[in-house]
């Protein structure tokens, strides 16, 4: 799942300054998920906008909506007969959304509501943590399905710095040191040898090093 968080209002209010027309775009995606661009989360910053503007003295239009994704054009495409009546639009999505709205409709000025962070999960109510960083070529089974490309601070394939203490990353005390879970699962199962393995270098052409990348399913595409 892709984790994001909202700008804080006064970037966004600086964003739409000069603009009195607004529709802000919420999307059921990941971010409905995580507490940040859900239908709740649209309406919240549409009445904190309102509120705003009003103790400036400053009158402002918002309308909301909500699409089910912001990454698929075939959703983007709900928004046509509309999108043009206002003087700008908020995008409550990932960095992905912003973007294909743009594509989509060159003529508007659309606006990002949300700092996109990390692809994780739920690791506690409310609480969520980064664990892939999309690399492109998935090599976790080395590591008991831990990912040290994500999870170390410092992207070791090969074992723990000399920094990590008493199962902590030396980044941060409340940070778990990877490498050390990893040695331990290993430790449980009793196949500390295959820390022994030479594996070959990762291959990172498929990360995002490249440049932008394009994933291709032959028999879906047109």
């Not at 400036?56 to 046509?80: A, H, M, W």
């Not at 960083?133 to 170390?152: E, K, M, Q, S, V």
């Not at 990360?207 to 028999?219: C, F, H, T, V």
């Amino acid at each position: 799942m892709i984790v994001a968080d909202r700008k804080s209002l006064e970037e966004i209010l600086t964003m739409v300054k000069e603009h009195k027309k607004i529709l802000i775009v919420g999307c059921k995606g990941c971010v409905t998920v995580c507490n940040v661009g859900g239908l709740k989360e649209v309406e919240i910053l549409a009445s904190s906008i309102g509120i705003a503007r009003k103790k400036e003295s400053q009158t402002i239009e918002i309308d909301q909506t909500i699409i089910e994704r912001q990454c698929d054009n075939e959703y983007v495409e709900q928004l046509k007969e509309t999108v043009n009546n206002y003087d700008a639009v908020i995008s409550m999505a990932c960095g992905v959304g912003p973007q294909f709205l743009s594509e989509a409709y060159p003529e508007q000025k659309f606006f990002p509501a949300v700092n996109t962070t990390f692809y994780g999960g739920a690791v506690a109510h409310g609480i969520w943590e980064e664990r892939c960083a999309g690399c492109g070529t998935c090599i976790i089974h080395n590591y008991d399905g831990l990912c040290p490309i994500a999870r170390c601070a410092k992207s070791l394939l090969h074992g723990p710095c000399g920094g990590s203490s008493q199962g902590a990353c030396e980044v941060s005390k409340e940070t778990v040191c990877i490498w050390d879970a990893i040695v331990a699962k290993k430790m449980e199962q009793g196949r500390l040898e295959d820390l022994l393995i030479i594996k070959e270098p990762k291959d990172w052409r498929s990360a995002r090093d490249g440049g932008p990348r394009r994933s291709i399913r032959e028999e879906l595409a047109e």
